[in-house]
């Protein structure tokens, strides 16, 4: 398609989290932008990914056969769509990478006729080189397609390999929402600032960089969270009565039980 360098990864589905991949892949120079193809229907995600010296198609066509490393980031609902478009264009030597969510193995079997299959649960700090990525590898995936995979998760933040789908839903409840619980937290946190007399700029302020320094501080000393949390919480203290407060309002098990909720929820989109 482009004559000199060949197509390592393709990517059906220019979006959001296909564009930080992308972007990923191109900032840790993991490979050329122009080794990079992006397929999507939609004219400004094609313009966005051209930008950035990718080639860049309206549909799937043959060149996605010559990619190394083919990822599926389309919207989950459109994943039947996309395997009738994709299904003839594999060959049997690629390994085709899944970031849908609730798409499970059996289902891209089936629709794709391939088993060369990694499913991955990403999330959105992908976008600025922070994410967690948890990925599954069918047992078929052999060494070099799953360094291939390695390296495109691992420039866009961290991969964890898991040994059974069944841990992909259960990562997609911590990690793959988490970002999510995260904000909502902070959202609260923000308001009771402003309340207590802090503009909502010095609110964000205050609350971005507490959680930044906090898990920093967690990475860095590589203690156990409760240990952490028993350091900044002396006893008859500040922290102490915020705390016994979250703790008779049951703030910790209404934190589990939603994770619950979304791990059960997982599993039924995957059904």
Same mark, same amino acid.
């Given at each position: 398609m482009n004559g000199t360098v060949s197509i390592e990864y393709a990517f059906i589905g220019g979006g959001n989290m296909g564009q930080?991949?992308?972007?990923?892949?191109?900032?840790?120079?993991?490979? %050329?932008p122009e080794a990079i193809l992006v397929v999507d229907p939609d004219a400004g995600c094609r313009e966005k990914n051209e930008k950035m010296g990718c080639l860049v198609a309206e549909f799937a066509g043959e060149a996605i056969g010559e990619a190394s490393v083919v990822v599926l980031a389309v919207k989950p609902q459109n994943a039947q769509e996309m395997f009738g478009q994709a299904a003839g264009l594999l060959k049997s030597g690629q390994v085709v990478v899944s970031i849908m969510a609730g798409v499970t193995i059996a289902a891209m079997t089936e629709g794709l006729r391939h088993n060369a299959l990694v %499913?991955?649960?990403p999330n959105t700090?992908?976008?600025v080189g922070m994410g967690m990525n948890v990925y599954y590898a069918v047992p078929s995936v052999n060494a070099d397609q799953l360094r291939a995979v390695e390296a495109l998760l691992n420039a866009s933040g961290e991969a964890l390999a898991v040994f059974s789908e069944d841990a992909i839903d259960a990562a997609t409840a911590i990690s793959g929402s988490g970002p999510a619980y995260v904000f909502y937290v902070a959202e609260h946190w923000m308001k009771k600032a402003?309340?207590?007399g802090f503009s909502a700029q010095e609110a964000q302020r205050l609350v971005q960089q507490t959680l930044l320094g906090a898990t920093t501080l967690w990475k860095a000393q590589d203690l156990p969270v409760s240990v952490l949390r028993e350091q900044v919480t002396s006893k008859g203290g500040t922290t102490a009565a915020a705390l016994e407060s979250f703790e008779s309002n049951g703030l910790g098990a209404h934190i589990q039980e939603g994770i619950e909720r979304a791990y059960r929820r997982a599993k039924e989109l995957g059904s």
């Open positions: 930080a991949l992308a972007a990923a892949l191109i900032g840790r120079d993991v490979c %050329r %499913r991955v649960m700090p992908a976008q402003e309340a207590l």
